[in-house]
């Protein structure tokens, strides 16, 4: 029996994360599966020395460097110039989610999704007491944009989420989905809550999480594109969208923990009023500086793992599986009699995927030419000596 005031929500909860195994081939947490080149660690450790020679100061708190590398990174990738304060960042786009639940979430406030998602979305929301509201997706795992302007005309949500490309089944949101719900969101936030004018009810804030932006096919579009159109009065088309990125994912930097988040700067500075002082270290900033300074080098494999990807789609297939075509790094794979023994099979042939997603499916991560040979050859010998 514990003596610890533990909020009562918080009772029999366990700490969020797939299993740390340390084992040959590691294709559950959809990381890139290539390291930094020496130059690039080379040129990181530098950058750390010099931010290690000022480390009895506190970091810059606005870290407007930063901000501007990373519009200038998403005016290559996406061909959309932001200015620096439109651009927030974070240990983590799971940070950056959080921040955007404190400031817009909260008691008496609505989350809204659609599933299957990303699992931490619900903690997000329950860490800020805000209520977590999920609507399902198509069979196919697209949106039906007529029962989301449903959702939101019903919940009233403060917040709405969207993961595109989804994780865990890899579906990008047309464009024209994405334009319908931000039509669908305005002043359709939480009801009774005066707007900026002092007479409008709110618009709900729409996150577009574009973790695996970058790994999405050709003529997919990223919702970015949108944060750069204008109304009449040449005013912010959409004030209330806000894209998530991270470098966890294409760039290969999970290790560094930088997540990030371009919006009007009326939306980002309302983030900076809930961030902790500090939040962002010295070190994480120099960091991320050094990488991006690097970021061809680091982005030369995201053509390969997309090769590789669509080749695991189609190798799935036949072999017989259902394998979902995908914008990310991972594919959702199955249906399995008994997911967790093909699991547990490919685990003792030492491969790690993930147990997440629909009923009888799998979802595992692109990693190097080899890792999926291992994971293709250990496939096949679980469904055909275990008999799963
Ligand atoms: C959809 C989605 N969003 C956000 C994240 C979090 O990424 P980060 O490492 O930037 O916190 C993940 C991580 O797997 C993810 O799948």
New binding site residues.
Partial sequence: MTVLPLRPDLAGCEPYGAPELDVPVRLN??ENPYPPSPAVVSDIAQAVARAAAGLNRYPDRDFPELRAALADYLAVESGVRLSWEQIWAAN???EVMLHVLQAFGGPERTCLSFTPT?SMYPEYARDTLTRYVTCPRRDDFTLDVDAVTEAIKRERPAVIIL?SPN?PTGTALPLDDVVAILEAARECGPAGVAGTDGTRDTHCVVVI?E?YGEFRRPGVPSALELLGRTDASGGARYPHLAIAR?M?KAFGM?GLRL?YLAASQELVDMLRIVRLPYHLSAVTQATALAALSHRDELMSQVASLRAERDGLVDWLRQQGWTAYDSDANFVLFGPFADREAVWQGLLDRGVLIRVVGPDGYLRVCVGTPAEMERFRNALIAVTKEDHV
């Fill in positions: 947490v959809n983590g786009s799971n990303y993961a994780n999480d973790a991270t966890s999970a997540g």
